[in-house]
């Protein structure tokens, strides 16, 4: 088989820990060029994971013929510069999440990808676990019926990313633990719900820890060289929304990076012919096990069904389906509308928690 080569754009967390080892994991698969703005971070990552090529500006990746993939693992507001980038250099894109900071310039990258006719797909992972691709099975089959309200949450105590640097400041970042998680809830809750189209959003955002705040300990410490925690914080360190949706169904949705609640990743479907209940555990909280039942009713008797979870690894399915996409001419999970209505509800949530109304989503 001949060799796959990528590239990798931003080499912090992410990148260290999901992009460059799953990557170098895949038969046939070669991480040849790192591109970072931080020089020392930048050489340290190439010795650590055997990689010759290195270059401060990822313009200068961009010009290697060889690389036909690259994946972006930088700050959320340089997304949209470097995808564009990317499609014009005619590269394959993995994405992190959020694509953009706002439907204005993920319709611009939409429009570059379609041109360039390379796959472009957003690293949402959590598509990829063991209870999504269960959850989505039931649903496929039929098996909870016309699924009408969502209730879906990305909750931790104390986990505030990177204070102080890019997470935490609003022009990098594109706001707080709505736009960080999420994003991520957000995307794997449309995509179960079967991408209904968004219409009406009220939302309200918080931040009632600037005073307290402390470091959550993402990015990871150990991939934090020579980076600067010294800015400051202005996004909501909550996020709460109800979104209407033309069919309408209704999704209640929150994120928050620290609060006094319970925490992990929860979804709860109801359906007509069945519900269900997820609580993936995380976020410096107390829930330690994975809660997944199925409601059903059976015969007029009650049922819930515990599925048995496999053991998996949902970053290595991520990159591993991305280079499937590519050698096997395949979409990505992650279509291109998904993907802006995704961002199309975070913007109309923080333009509703602003004005203080709900507003539509067109
Ligand atoms: N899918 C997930 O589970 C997940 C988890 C964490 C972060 N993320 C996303 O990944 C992205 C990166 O997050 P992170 O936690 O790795 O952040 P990070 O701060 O650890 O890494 C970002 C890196 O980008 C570099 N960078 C900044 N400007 C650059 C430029 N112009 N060119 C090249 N490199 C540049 C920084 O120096 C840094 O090393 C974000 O979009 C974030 O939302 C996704």
Not at 249 to 278: D, Q, R
Not at 321 to 336: A, Y
Request: glycine share 8%; with cysteine; proline share 4%.
């Amino acid at each position: 088989m001949k060799s796959l080569k990528v590239g990798v754009i931003g080499v912090g967390g992410i990148a260290q820990v999901a992009h460059i080892p799953n990557y170098q994991k895949i038969e046939g698969v070669e991480v040849i060029a790192l591109s970072d703005v931080n020089e020392i971070k930048l050489k340290e990552v190439a010795k650590k994971f055997s990689i010759s090529k290195t270059f401060t500006d990822y313009k200068e990746l961009l010009k290697l013929k060889e690389i036909e993939a690259v994946s972006i693992c930088t700050p959320n507001f340089l997304h949209k510069e470097q995808a564009v980038a990317s499609f014009k250099a005619g590269k394959h894109l993995l994405c992190e999440k959020p694509l953009a900071l706002n439907a204005t310039e993920v319709e611009e990258i939409l429009r570059e990808a379609k041109k360039s006719k390379k796959k472009l797909m957003v690293a949402f992972c959590h598509r990829f676990d063991a209870t999504s691709k269960i959850l989505r099975r039931f649903i496929d089959r039929q098996e909870l019926g016309e699924i009408y309200y969502v209730k879906a949450s990305y909750l931790r105590r104390r986990g505030i990313p990177g204070l102080g640097g890019w997470f935490t400041t609003k022009k990098y970042a594109g706001g707080g633990p709505l736009i960080d998680v999420g994003v991520h809830i957000l995307d794997l809750t449309l995509w179960l719900m079967g991408s209904p189209k968004p219409a009406l959003a009220l939302g309200s955002t918080y931040n009632k820890f600037k005073d307290q705040a402390t470091d959550g300990g993402w990015p990871p410490l150990f991939t934090r060289t020579a980076d600067k925690f010294t800015g400051t914080f202005d996004v909501e360190d909550l996020a709460t929304a109800m979104v209407k949706f033309e069919n309408d169904s209704t999704l209640f949705l929150e994120a928050s990076w620290a609060g006094n609640s319970e925490t992990g990743t929860s979804i709860s479907l109801f359906g007509t012919k069945g519900g269900a209940y997820l609580n993936l555990p995380g976020g410096g909280g107390e829930e330690l096990s994975v809660k997944f039942i199925i409601y059903k009713e059976v015969g007029g008797d009650l049922i819930d069904i515990y599925p048995q979870i496999p053991s998996q690894d949902s970053y290595y399915d991520e990159i591993s389906h991305f280079i499937e996409c590519i050698r096997e001419d395949k979409e990505p999970l992650t279509k291109p509308e998904e993907m802006l209505n995704v961002v199309k509800i975070i913007e109309a949530i923080y333009r509703s928690a602003e004005k203080g109304e709900a507003v539509e989503i067109r």
